[in-house]
């Protein structure tokens, strides 16, 4: 007699269940500025928690060496916590630390900086530089606005607004306090305006960028856009008084909508300098200017270059710390990854009447030192590179012997890696200090001086 067939169904495991909240106390801040506690002797990640509170929290997520939650009742309030402005602090990822009082952010960033200084590179500084603060609201001048249209039981809800936490998912925003005045007062009437649009559907985002005297903002569509939208988008534009652009595919299609005919640049200015900087809305421009004029101020100073020395400025994008170099050295030599923003700078350069300045497009992971441009060597480096650091870099510019080196950063965990990597080559920290380039935020960007031994 044959066996009948058996029939295996796949099943989904069941969801394990979160346990319900948990009260425990702060220790500390983590490096991503989320409180640490401990139940059980494991470790908790807790958003919306200070070091020094009680709290009650809730897991977000359970993992095998560690566990996320989020601070649902604050039993014992830290003396430095504060009413955030923003009602979507808690889903939003744009701001993390609205909580804390300003002044205090900066000082548990300084304290994150040296830490990791001390765990990643065994380096403490000789001195800690002041740190660089600016207003801590309307600040940001470049962002994207994710756009979404997901199906709902009253059928399609539009979704305006940035990331959720640790998430890929947006949060729907009304308002944002960080966000530049010019375009967050217009948050309600941009959401109206793309629910309107026949070809919302196909919408990814909206970038903003704003310049010291242009606003601009560039639509992201997947599907050519209707004339009816066009005419729409061109009618916003008019009425606000900005720049109105459109992009079907990367960057380079961009299309401005309005005004059809004049300057096609933002700019922004280094007054110190004398200096005026133009930028495409898709041209990487740091987020806070205030900060930006300080920081190019201050790391001039600490570089102090002479008008006999060559100075190389690596990740020079479009001349942000590359011009005002220039306007105090004999030479300086830009070099960037990005070849649009290259030659950004050699433009720049030419509106600013400098001809003591080069720009050069480069891969900055492989050797420079046998680059042409490289050859007659450098009195001083100045290096601002992403958050990856730069390792391959800094192993390649010691060769140069180079007196001094500031290094611009916004990870400490990678500026203390190279940090270690150049005391190898016989350079000193001699100082390192915080820059507060996006309050509110775990970002901790940092400037660092290195001195060669004698």
């Not at 270059?305 to 590359?322: A, K």
């Amino acid at each position: 007699m044959s066996k009948k067939p058996r029939f295996i169904t796949s099943r989904k495991p069941a969801k394990k269940t979160l346990p319900a909240e948990v009260e425990v106390s702060v220790e500390k801040f983590s490096h991503d500025m989320r409180g640490i506690a401990r139940v059980a002797g494991k470790t908790v990640f807790i958003d919306n928690a200070l070091p020094g509170e009680k709290v009650h929290f809730r897991y977000n997520t359970r993992r095998a060496r560690f566990d996320e939650g989020t601070a649902v009742d604050i039993l014992q309030a830290s003396p430095q916590r504060c009413v955030p402005r923003c009602p979507h602090v808690d889903l939003c990822g744009g701001c993390s630390i609205q909580h804390l009082q300003t002044r205090e952010q900066i000082a548990e960033k300084q304290k994150i900086l040296l830490d990791q200084l001390f765990r990643f590179g065994s380096i403490t500084p000789g001195d800690i530089l002041p740190p660089l603060v600016a207003e801590s609201y309307g600040y940001r001048r470049r962002a994207r606005i994710g756009i979404r249209q997901l199906k709902s039981r009253k059928g399609r809800e539009l979704i305006f607004g940035f990331r959720k936490k640790r998430s890929n998912d947006l949060t729907d925003i009304n308002e944002c306090h960080v966000l530049h005045p010019a375009i967050a007062g217009r948050i309600p009437q941009l959401k109206k305006l793309v629910a309107d649009c026949d070809g919302r559907m196909h919408f990814s985002q909206l970038d903003v960028a704003v310049g010291d005297d242009v606003v601009a903002l560039v639509l992201r569509h997947l599907r050519p856009l209707a004339d009816s939208d066009r005419e729409r988008w061109v009618a916003f534009a008019k009425s606000a008084g900005i720049h109105m652009y459109i992009q079907a595919a990367d960057a380079d299609s961009a299309q401005r909508l309005w005004p059809r005919e004049g300057e096609a640049f933002l700019s922004y200015q280094l007054p110190e300098f004398d200096l005026t900087l133009r930028f495409q809305p898709a041209d990487f421009v740091q987020v806070n200017f205030e900060i930006n004029r300080q920081m190019v101020s201050h790391a001039l100073q600490l570089l102090d270059p002479q008008s006999y020395e060559r100075v190389l400025d690596l990740f020079c994008g479009l001349g942000n710390f590359t011009l005002p170099l220039a306007r105090r050295a004999g030479e300086v030599v830009g070099v960037e990854g990005q070849g649009v923003l290259t030659r950004r700078g050699v433009e720049n350069a030419a509106l600013n009447n400098l001809d003591n300045v080069q720009f050069h497009a480069a891969d900055l992971n492989e050797e420079i030192a046998n680059q042409a441009w490289a050859k007659g060597g450098f009195d001083k480096i100045l290096l601002d590179p992403p958050r990856s650091g730069a390792l391959q870099v800094v192993r390649g510019i010691a060769r140069f012997e180079a007196k001094k080196i500031v290094y611009i950063s916004c990870n400490p965990a990678t500026l203390a890696r190279d940090a270690g990597e150049l005391a190898q080559f016989g350079y000193r920290l001699s100082q390192a200090g915080v820059m507060d380039m996006f309050p509110h935020t775990d970002h901790v960007e940092s400037m660092a001086v290195f001195e060669r031994e004698s």
